[in-house]
């Protein structure tokens, strides 16, 4: 029985005593990756912004004192222009831009948009010790673990009489003790 080597390592290249892939990577995993991020949601590291109420006049005002045009439509004509703008908008409502959003702030209607939207900086688990849940759900925020010594409900039986119950995160070390279980045998 012959096997081709040359369909085997079409894709392999020699140099030295190394062999090295020429077929182009997929980038698939950083996609994949991407993906992933996109899907769970990913807090950055924001600060939390409530916008006043009078954001349209506030940003006339900054468009007067710049001797812009304040219709929503104006389109700021430069980057010297957006730049002293956007910065006098920051002074005035302690709320930058991040950069991922400034190529989208072409005009004045478009910023009033910017200031307008709320910046909500909580934490989705967090937001549910704040909402009313139905009365057949209920999620427990601080987990219980067993200890023989301190447990009450079980008078010290556990169901599993072999497994230790290790804290190994320096978070709860201070909070919760842990157990090494007794073995019979080594």
């Given at each position: 029985?012959?096997?081709?080597?040359?369909?085997?390592?079409?894709?392999?290249?020699?140099?030295?005593?190394k062999l090295y892939s020429?077929?182009?990577?997929?980038?698939?995993?950083?996609?994949?990756?991407?993906?992933?991020?996109?899907?769970?949601?990913?807090?950055?590291?924001?600060?939390?912004?409530?916008?006043?109420?009078?954001?349209?006049?506030?940003?006339?005002?900054?468009?007067?004192?710049?001797?812009?045009?304040?219709?929503?439509?104006?389109?700021?004509?430069?980057?010297?222009?957006?730049?002293?703008?956007?910065?006098?908008?920051?002074?005035?409502?302690?709320?930058?831009?991040?950069?991922?959003?400034?190529?989208?702030?072409?005009?004045?209607?478009?910023?009033?948009?910017?200031?307008?939207?709320?910046?909500?900086?909580?934490?989705?688990?967090?937001?549910?010790?704040?909402?009313?849940?139905?009365?057949?759900?209920?999620i427990q925020y601080d987990?219980?673990?067993?200890?023989?010594?301190?447990?009450?409900?079980?008078?010290?039986?556990?169901?599993?009489?072999?497994?230790?119950?290790?804290?190994?995160?320096?978070?709860?070390?201070?909070?919760?003790?842990?157990?090494?279980?007794?073995?019979?045998?080594?």
């Amino acid at each position: 029985m012959q096997v081709n080597l040359g369909k085997i390592f079409k894709n392999v290249q020699t140099r030295g005593n190394k062999l090295y892939s020429t077929k182009p990577q997929s980038g698939g995993e950083l996609k994949a990756l991407g993906q992933s991020l996109s899907s769970k949601g990913f807090l950055r590291p924001y600060k939390q912004y409530v916008p006043p109420e009078n954001v349209a006049d506030q940003v006339k005002n900054i468009c007067l004192s710049l001797e812009l045009s304040s219709e929503p439509k104006y389109k700021l004509a430069n980057l010297d222009e957006k730049f002293k703008f956007l910065q006098s908008c920051f002074t005035d409502f302690k709320h930058s831009v991040p950069n991922s959003k400034l190529h989208e702030l072409k005009t004045i209607g478009d910023v009033i948009r910017f200031y307008k939207t709320p910046v909500n900086t909580t934490v989705s688990y967090d937001a549910l010790k704040q909402i009313k849940l139905p009365e057949n759900l209920h999620i427990q925020y601080d987990y219980v673990r067993f200890h023989p010594d301190t447990d009450a409900k079980f008078n010290g039986q556990t169901a599993f009489p072999k497994s230790s119950t290790l804290v190994t995160g320096l978070k709860y070390r201070g909070r919760y003790e842990g157990h090494e279980a007794k073995r019979s045998w080594p």
